[in-house]
């Protein structure tokens, strides 16, 4: 294991231990079903791939491709994804409905109306998953309750009012306690807690919800298909590790022997999958840090995930908010005609932590590490669009 601090940054590379198969349900077979689910919601559409060939040039890199999940559903974020399959397989299950049967039409008609209508979601948000639920809820016709950490803002809280008919409510606890306090309330309330985490005997609904994130690797998959490349590096943001280890597994098992170089990148006052990495175990970071990457504002990875981002991730990078906020402006500027896309700083945080390591003397070493090169071919998320 390495380790290097420059400037504000800390990167660890791990060689990968290998100690784990990927589990069948986020191999490119486990992305089918809530492939086939989301492109039964109105306004579906496969978000674009967007090719940055000028910031390509001057990165003296053979191509940088962005998924740009700015536009998803008009939520302004991927998470909706995630939420909303969750959501159907927890219906076909309280309906007892085969979900490899059940098409959204049959959930929505008059048959189930009732039934769904009794019931009620929770779960605790930064943003982007509460505004997914919510959006989600107005679909099914159900219920849902959201619960937002301590520093949320009124702004956020609206958003996800505005997607759909969620209550929501702004706690003075830290995210983490927040989530404890969801747990509790579905407890006490018989609702139904929809954490995009996991932890012991919380499993079943974080990998439902882990599989609809992956819609958004195989549509990119597609797409670098049928452009005919494949990516030799793919950066991914993590707040618990969630969607970065659902695209991860996504991408290994599809391109089997050739894995891509896979760099987890996360704020540095929130950095729970770095310091997991570094131990070698699930460790949390403690507090209620703040950082204005919100989405990736989390303490402690999912359990469920970790052993893939520990075995098929090769480095970890902590970065400081100037990463996100100098990503951002790369994006917002379309260098020389490139197309300028819409981000905000946890969409951004990759692409702000990959020009650091490309372009600034003091991280050589690190580029060199990552074996970035003119052959290289860059894969970057943009998990949101512009924030408030
Ligand atoms: C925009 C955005 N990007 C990335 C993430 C990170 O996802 P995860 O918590 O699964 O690591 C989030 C989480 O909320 C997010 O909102």
Redesign the pocket.
């Known amino acids: 294991m390495k380790e290097w601090s420059v400037e504000e940054f800390n990167i660890l590379q791990s060689p990968g231990s290998l100690q784990s198969e990927i589990p069948e349900a986020f191999t490119e077979a486990g992305a089918y079903s809530p492939g086939r689910f989301h492109k039964q919601i109105d306004g579906y559409e496969k978000t674009p791939l967007v090719s940055l060939g000028h910031l390509a040039e001057q990165w003296g890199v053979k191509a940088v491709y962005v998924k740009d999940e700015s536009g998803r559903f008009s939520l302004n974020?991927?998470?909706g994804l995630g939420g909303s399959y969750a959501m159907f397989r927890i219906i076909c299950e309280i309906l007892d409905l085969d979900p490899e049967k059940t098409s959204l039409k049959d959930l929505t008609g008059d048959r189930y109306k009732k039934r769904i209508s009794d019931i009620d979601f929770v779960t605790c948000t930064?943003?982007?998953?509460g505004r997914g639920v919510s959006w989600a809820a107005g679909i099914f016709g159900c219920k849902a309750h959201i619960y937002m950490p301590c520093g949320s803002r009124e702004v956020r809280a609206e958003a996800i009012r505005n997607a759909g008919p969620a209550e929501v409510e702004i706690t003075d606890l830290s995210y983490d306690d927040t989530v404890r306090y969801a747990r509790e309330m579905s407890e006490k309330k018989g609702w139904i807690l929809i954490q995009?985490?996991s932890w012991d005997g919380y499993e079943k609904i974080p990998a439902w919800i882990i599989q609809g994130y992956m819609t958004m690797a195989s549509e990119a998959a597609e797409d670098l298909d049928a452009l005919g490349v494949q990516p030799t590096h793919i950066f991914l943001?993590?707040?618990?590790?969630?969607?970065?280890g659902g695209v991860l597994a996504y991408f290994v098992d599809h391109y089997k022997n050739k894995k891509p170089v896979a760099a987890i990148v996360e704020p540095v006052v929130a950095d729970c999958v770095y310091q997991s990495a570094k131990a070698g175990e699930i460790r949390s970071v403690e507090g209620a840090p703040t950082t204005v990457m919100e989405?990736?504002n989390?303490g402690t990875p999912?359990k469920i995930i970790w052993p893939i981002l520990r075995d098929l991730a090769e480095f970890y990078i902590s970065g400081p908010d100037e990463m996100a906020i100098e990503g951002k402006k790369t994006y917002a500027a379309g260098l020389a005609g490139d197309t300028k896309v819409n981000s905000?700083e946890?969409?951004s945080s990759t692409l702000g932590a990959a020009q650091r390591i490309i372009t600034v003397a003091s991280f050589t070493e690190v580029k060199q590490a990552m074996r970035i090169d003119e052959n290289s071919v860059l894969l970057f998320f943009n998990?949101?669009g512009n924030t408030d």
């Open positions: 974020a991927f998470k930064d943003g982007n998953h995009d985490t943001q993590a707040g618990v590790g969630s969607m970065a989405g990736l989390c999912c905000g946890s969409g998990t949101e």
